[in-house]
């Protein structure tokens, strides 16, 4: 096998040099040989041999066993000179660094970084001063000392002291010449004079002080004098004030570093590849700096695959010496299964400071944009955008679902114009924020007539999914060219387009109720399928991810999921996704430590590793209460938070309006009464199969009856019945229902419009 040598061209001003071989950029950072295998390099590679020329030398090698392939990946050391051209070309390339500082023109950075910089002084300034007294007593012991230095040095300066040996140097070679004119030189009398002097004027200074001077000023002068001299006094080797701050240096992460790591797992290709006379493990791309961490990419040997390497996360973290919170090997999905993206912090995750959630303090947030959620291994922000989406949240107990649901909810909360259904099964009131006081539909336990109520509002959610389409389909296409609802619908009086969020936090005591879950799963798919452009979200959130308690028919649908630590591979994939294990993304990976920390999926092309921002049950009753004074505002403050209450919920029964909702499509406008009557008691034969056992008219007095408390009446109605009789006979038109509905579910108009 043949070897190309390259050597590395100049790197540029910032320490890069590009070499283009077939067609990708090698990024080198050493001026070292660098050496890849021939093979690598195609005939393609050197199609344009003057740009290959220009930065790389190539030469062949017919040494079979030189066959090794050494990336100059790590990160410079020496800053190299280069030629003006390839400076030129180099930062034609390159990527030119802003002007001004991100951190100056964002505000909320420079809020933080102003912070930090306030806390960092005022931590500095308490802890030297509490320790004041300390400096004081090691100043005062090592004065006599500095005392004695100062006069040794002042002596040997009156006595030029210094110039001794070369005079004695001179008289040891007989040099006259130079002894004089070093003799010449010492002024030793003057000296004496002016050392003589100064000590006069000092005394005198004293004893005017000790006499007629304030109290403030002989202290101050003492203190002068005896730090000073404590100073002189002070070892090299020691220091008078202790570290404020203690910074741990992580250490740098070189190519050595990876392959020992890697070579540490146990996994026999790479311990071939990296034995003497193997094929050696590349690296694509240099070893840089990324936030707070380094980033490495890594071509692993032939048939090793990354997802070997995330499942030995620990023993990968024990080959780097490092904790396992700050090791996080990533698959590059575009690239081919054994290129590793390998992220290893400074810090562990589960240890960092994560900045404070952005929406905390101020702020309003729009569901139509992407809502703040949390950062990402590296401290970048993540946010995701829920509107047209649902989401799913799924973790074993404890790991910080909930946690992360409440941002959602809190974000959501913020937006006055959206319309919250917030049903907690576990029923602590960890929601009970956002819940009571911005909710329209709000429930906490996991007893009968939660589920029931919880129930009920699915009804009516569900039954929104006809009335909505409808309304969105007779809007002329200019108003909603989309098909789908815009901001401006959303805020457009009585179109009742408003968006609505319904969560769900432990849906599986819901999906996995006897009675219950069935239904439960059949409103939940339609809401998931359609609801998204219609404007309503659904957010589940479960601690036990199985078929029982998340149907995979719902679990399929999700749009957005947030995986936080789970144990194996069933639980990842229900939560993450089919395949979601087999394609390397693996919540498996997260260990006890890390709370709040998971993996989000259908935010971005790849999965992010993203830890919730952390709002504590304090700081997010706050945060309620400022949405729910924003929502007052506004007009939304509606149902549970305004003090009605709009379900029935377990005793009551199923809510008429939206079951009738229910069984009149969109499109049939007016409908027979008893028709509309057997079809309810299709719909729920426990509720409303007697009505439907009477005759014709009975049933048409029957329904006249119920809806009348909603000021709905029947009246005469063109029709045609089951037997394809046609006729004139007592019915409902939809829209009274449907706009008698809407009067107890929809919030008023946000702005008047
Ligand atoms: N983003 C976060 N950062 C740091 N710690 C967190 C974060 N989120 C949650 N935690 C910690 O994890 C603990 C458990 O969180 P949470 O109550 O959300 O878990 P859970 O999964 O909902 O639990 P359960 O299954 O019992 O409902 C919290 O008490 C909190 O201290």
């Given at each position: 096998m043949t070897t190309t040598i390259v050597t590395t061209p100049e790197p540029s001003d910032d320490g890069r040099a590009d070499v283009t071989v077939g067609g990708k950029v090698l990024d080198f950072r050493k001026t070292d040989p660098v050496i890849i295998d021939a093979e690598s390099v195609t005939a393609s590679d050197h199609a344009d041999t003057d740009t290959v020329n220009d930065a790389v030398t190539s030469a062949v090698n017919g040494d079979e066993t030189a066959v090794h392939e050494h990336l100059a990946v790590d990160p410079p050391n020496l800053f190299v000179n280069t030629s003006l051209d390839i400076r030129i070309r180099n930062a034609a390339n390159g990527k030119r660094r802003p002007v001004i500082a991100p951190w100056l023109r964002s505000?909320?950075?420079?809020?933080?970084?102003?912070?930090?910089?306030?806390?960092?002084?005022?931590?500095?300034?308490?802890?030297?001063?509490?320790?004041?007294?300390?400096?004081?007593?090691?100043?005062?012991?090592?004065?006599?000392?500095?005392?004695?230095?100062?006069?040794?040095?002042?002596?040997?300066?009156?006595?030029?002291?210094?110039?001794?040996?070369?005079?004695?140097?001179?008289?040891?070679?007989?040099?006259?010449?130079?002894?004089?004119?070093?003799?010449?030189?010492?002024?030793?009398?003057?000296?004496?004079?002016?050392?003589?002097?100064?000590?006069?004027?000092?005394?005198?200074?004293?004893?005017?002080?000790?006499?007629?001077?304030?109290?403030?000023?002989?202290?101050?002068?003492?203190?002068?004098?005896?730090?000073?001299?404590?100073?002189?006094?002070?070892?090299?080797?020691?220091?008078?004030?202790g570290r404020a701050v203690v910074t741990t240096k992580a250490q740098k992460l070189t190519s050595d570093v990876v392959v020992r790591a890697l070579a540490s797992l146990g996994i026999a290709q790479i311990n071939q590849a990296v034995a003497k006379g193997g094929s050696g493990i590349t690296f694509p791309a240099p070893i840089v700096r990324d936030g707070p961490g380094w980033l490495a990419t890594v071509d692993l040997p032939?048939?090793?695959?990354?997802?070997?390497?995330?499942?030995?996360?620990?023993?990968?973290?024990?080959?780097?010496?490092?904790?396992?919170?700050?090791?996080?090997?990533?698959?590059?999905?575009?690239?081919?299964?054994?290129?590793l993206r390998l992220w290893v912090g400074d810090q562990d995750m589960s240890q960092a400071k994560t900045g404070a959630w952005s929406l905390a303090k101020t702020g309003r947030a729009d569901i139509f944009q992407p809502l703040p959620f949390g950062q990402d291994q590296r401290g970048r922000a993540v946010s995701f955008l829920l509107m047209f989406a649902n989401l799913l949240i799924g973790a074993m107990?404890?790991?910080?679902?909930?946690?992360?649901?409440?941002?959602?909810?809190?974000?959501?909360?913020?937006?006055?114009?959206?319309?919250?259904?917030?049903?907690?099964?576990?029923?602590?009131?960890?929601?009970?924020?956002?819940?009571?006081?911005?909710?329209?539909?709000?429930?906490?336990?996991?007893?009968?007539?939660?589920?029931?109520?919880?129930?009920?509002?699915?009804?009516?959610?569900?039954?929104?999914?006809?009335?909505?389409a409808k309304t969105i389909r007779e809007l002329p296409r200019e108003v909603c060219p989309e098909n789908k609802v815009t901001p401006e619908l959303a805020r457009r009086k009585g179109l009742g387009l408003h968006p609505i969020l319904f969560a769900i936090d432990e849906c599986q005591e819901l999906f996995s109720h006897p009675d219950l879950g069935k239904e439960?799963?059949?409103?939940?798919?339609?809401?998931?399928?359609?609801?998204?452009?219609?404007?309503?979200?659904?957010?589940?959130?479960?601690?036990?991810?199985?078929?029982?308690?998340?149907?995979?028919?719902?679990?399929?649908?999700?749009?957005?999921?947030?995986?936080?630590?789970?144990?194996?591979?069933?639980?990842?994939?229900?939560?993450?996704?089919?395949?979601?294990?087999?394609?390397?993304?693996?919540?498996t990976m997260f260990g006890h430590k890390d709370k709040g920390i998971g993996l989000l999926v259908?935010?971005?092309?790849?999965?992010?590793?993203?830890?919730?921002?952390?709002?504590?049950?304090?700081?997010?009753?706050?945060?309620?209460?400022?949405?729910?004074?924003?929502?007052?505002?506004?007009?939304?403050?509606?149902?549970?938070?305004?003090g009605e209450e709009t379900l029935t919920g377990a005793d009551s029964g199923p809510n008429l309006l939206a079951d009738v909702c229910e069984v009149l499509p969109a499109g049939q406008d007016k409908v027979w009464s008893e028709t509309v009557v057997d079809r309810l008691a299709d719909l729920r034969p426990d509720v409303y199969g007697p009505w439907a056992e009477q005759d014709g008219k009975t049933k048409a007095t029957q329904l006249a009856a119920a809806l009348k408390p909603y000021g709905i009446t029947t009246g005469q109605v063109w029709g045609t019945g089951p037997d394809g009789k046609t006729g004139n006979r007592r019915g409902i038109t939809r829209t009274d229902v449907v706009a008698a509905y809407r009067a107890t579910t929809t919030p008023r108009d946000i702005d008047g419009a």
């Open positions: 505000r909320t950075q420079f809020v933080q970084t102003a912070k930090w910089a306030a806390d960092h002084a005022a931590h500095v300034s308490a802890y030297h001063a509490v320790r004041l007294p300390l400096y004081a007593g090691k100043l005062a012991l090592r004065s006599p000392i500095g005392a004695l230095k100062a006069l040794g040095h002042a002596g040997s300066w009156v006595f030029d002291l210094e110039s001794s040996p070369l005079r004695k140097q001179a008289v040891q070679k007989g040099d006259g010449e130079l002894y004089l004119k070093l003799t010449r030189e010492r002024h030793v009398a003057g000296r004496v004079w002016l050392a003589l002097f100064t000590t006069v004027a000092l005394v005198a200074g004293v004893l005017v002080l000790w006499g007629f001077g304030p109290w403030w000023a002989q202290w101050l002068a003492v203190a002068a004098v005896v730090g000073g001299l404590g100073w002189l006094g002070t070892p090299s080797d020691k220091r008078i004030a032939y048939g090793v695959v990354v997802t070997d390497i995330m499942e030995r996360r620990d023993k990968l973290a024990s080959g780097l010496r490092r904790p396992l919170g700050c090791v996080w090997p990533e698959p590059v999905s575009e690239e081919h299964a054994g290129r107990p404890r790991q910080g679902k909930t946690f992360a649901l409440r941002i959602v909810l809190l974000a959501a909360a913020l937006d006055p114009t959206v319309q919250l259904r917030i049903f907690e099964l576990k029923g602590t009131g960890d929601l009970s924020g956002p819940g009571e006081k911005c909710a329209h539909h709000y429930g906490t336990g996991a007893d009968d007539d939660t589920l029931m109520a919880c129930l009920e509002s699915l009804r009516q959610v569900k039954a929104e999914l006809d009335s909505r439960a799963e059949a409103l939940c798919v339609p809401i998931i399928k359609r609801g998204p452009a219609l404007g309503i979200m659904l957010v589940l959130a479960t601690q036990r991810p199985d078929a029982k308690s998340l149907p995979p028919a719902v679990a399929d649908n999700m749009s957005l999921r947030f995986c936080l630590r789970v144990m194996g591979q069933v639980a990842n994939d229900m939560v993450l996704g089919t395949s979601a294990y087999k394609n390397g993304i693996r919540a259908g935010n971005a092309d790849d999965a992010q590793i993203t830890r919730s921002s952390y709002v504590d049950g304090p700081d997010a009753e706050k945060i309620s209460d400022r949405a729910r004074a924003m929502r007052a505002a506004a007009g939304t403050l509606t149902g549970h938070a305004a």
